[in-house]
């Protein structure tokens, strides 16, 4: 009598699955990976719209007749867009924009921490040489991008 039995041992299925858990968590790190830069280019994307959108409202007068000054105020962790020649904190018309969470200012290299767009000619206000750049990150510091500006607001530089 011959006893002919197929199948896979114990010991051979915890290789397999060992091997597949390894493969798998490899994966998983790559992919984390991924996530953070696309997060990090998309903050910066967003921020660099909404720079040229204050610049062009500053620009074109929106919202009075005599127009007004439009500006960035920079945090840490978000940004807030403002009407006017400074920011004020407890003015209604601000609107806050946060950063995804792992996304952060590390270096905010701006006169009063903000950028701040004259009324009808759109250039920075009270712009200063050496003072124009942004420093972006995520929690890991592993990726940075920094914008650099010039004097008329444009983004001269993202590396």
Do not use: C, W
């Amino acid at each position: 009598m011959k006893n002919n039995q197929f199948g896979f041992t114990l010991i051979e299925l915890v290789v397999v699955m060992g091997i597949l858990l390894m493969l798998f968590g490899f994966m998983s790190f790559n992919l984390v990976g991924v996530q953070r830069k696309t997060s990090l280019d998309s903050t910066v994307e967003n921020l660099v719209s909404d720079m040229a959108t204050q610049q062009t409202k500053a620009m074109l007068g929106v919202g009075s007749s005599a127009g007004d000054s439009y500006g960035i105020y920079f945090q840490s962790d978000k940004y807030t867009l403002f009407k006017g020649t400074t920011y004020s904190a407890s003015d209604p018309t601000n609107f806050i924009i946060s950063l995804d969470s792992g996304i952060t200012f590390s270096n905010i290299n701006l006169p009063a921490s903000s950028l701040i767009f004259s009324n009808r000619t759109g250039e920075i206000s009270g712009f200063l040489a050496g003072q124009d750049t942004i420093t972006i990150q995520d929690a890991q510091g592993v990726k940075t991008e920094k914008i650099t500006v010039n004097r008329y607001g444009v983004v001269t530089g993202k590396n």
